[in-house]
């Protein structure tokens, strides 16, 4: 009952935060809603056809066809669902056969491989040569990270392969491309960093720790009273959940001064240079897409504090498995070289055009 609640919750919090999407429309939806149930009804017929076929067999043989339909399953849902109810404006720009695409946003699907690898490797390893039955611990961890791995690996490649080639697109044919000497490049990172710092808190404890008293007893309540299990395992859930909460809480809520240094020093290791055009925004090292089914354009302007540079304001929807889908704020500043303002006309025309429903006032 209580996941049935929660599953409920999700679901009508996914659907307002699509509502407000740009690329929302009714017969969108409506279509990928049949590709999805489709999509569901064959996965269910194929984990069907695997259990008659196994029938009779031994569980091992059972367990691993299982195993193979399930991921099968999984990333053909994803995949299919990715490919046929994503709208066209959002897709990446079309290029030529023997086009070569950056490995920008690649890069990091690598790092987490790596990071998957090392932690099968942490768990495996004492699990094999470990002898008392503590080891199907670390056995266990290691099989479910395999599992994550095989499973989210691909789907994040395939993403950042879509990222790649929007990005190598955007640099062939950029509506408007922005280049800075060094010493520009370093006066605007030293000036990002510090309207960073003074960036205040939005997470005081003394303040706002009667903010968390509501949801933290709605979820004891419900963890109590819907969920099995014994009162000591139920605790240690609702204190790990909750401890989570509260730390991402006040980790996210500690205001830019920490995070100021860092920044500087993300942002003098990308080039130093701006692309703007039909598949997004590419600037301080980092790809973001006019708009797709998670992330668009809220509005454009021109922010007039020196040095001048234009502020383009995106939201991206994250699901939330504790409650309604979250909406992050997402702030891009672009420094606007000198002579360049003539630019701007055109990215008011062109993100018009592209943005509909965004509050372009960059001309």
Not at 223 to 246: D, E, N, Q, R
């Amino acid at each position: 009952m209580f996941q049935l609640a929660f599953a409920v919750l999700f679901m009508f919090s996914a659907w307002a935060a699509w509502r407000r999407n740009p690329l929302y429309s009714r017969r969108s939806t409506l279509r990928a809603v049949f590709v999805v149930l489709l999509a569901i009804a064959g996965a269910i017929t194929l984990i069907v056809a695997v259990v008659n076929l196994t029938a009779g067999r031994s569980a091992a043989v059972s367990f691993s066809a299982m195993g193979v339909v399930i991921v099968v399953d999984t990333l053909a849902l994803i995949f299919v669902i990715q490919t046929f109810t994503t709208p066209q404006e959002s897709k990446p720009s079309s290029l030529p056969h023997a086009t070569k695409l950056v490995t920008t946003n690649r890069v990091n699907v690598y790092k987490w491989a790596r990071v998957f690898a090392i932690i099968i490797l942490v768990f495996a390893i004492p699990g094999v040569l470990i002898r008392w039955d503590i080891r199907y611990v670390f056995l266990s961890i290691a099989g479910i990270t395999a599992f994550l791995a095989v499973i989210l690996l691909p789907v994040l490649y395939w993403t950042n392969r879509g990222f790649d080639q929007s990005l190598t697109a955007l640099e062939l044919g950029p509506w408007v491309h922005w280049q800075y000497t060094p010493e520009q490049w370093t006066a605007w990172c030293n000036v990002q960093a510090e309207r960073l710092r003074a960036t205040p808190p939005t997470f005081v404890l003394s303040r706002n720790w009667h903010r968390f008293l509501w949801p933290f007893g709605a979820i004891a309540i419900g963890v109590y009273v819907f969920c099995p299990g014994g009162w000591l395992w139920k605790t240690v859930y609702i204190v790990g959940v909750c401890g989570a909460i509260f730390a991402i809480a006040v980790l996210s809520g500690r205001g830019g001064a920490h995070g100021a240094e860092k920044l500087r020093a993300k942002l003098l290791r990308a080039d130093p240079e701006a692309f703007l055009g039909r598949d997004g925004i590419f600037c301080d090292g980092v790809f973001t897409p006019w708009v797709n089914v998670s992330t668009y354009l809220v509005s454009a302007a021109i922010d007039e504090r020196q040095p001048r540079s234009a502020m383009f304001n995106f939201e991206r929807s994250v699901p939330n498995p504790y409650g309604p889908t979250q909406t992050i704020a997402i702030h891009q500043a672009v420094l606007i070289p000198n002579g360049k303002e003539s630019d701007l006309v055109r990215l008011q025309q062109e993100l018009t055009t592209r943005c509909p429903r965004a509050q372009i006032r960059l001309a």
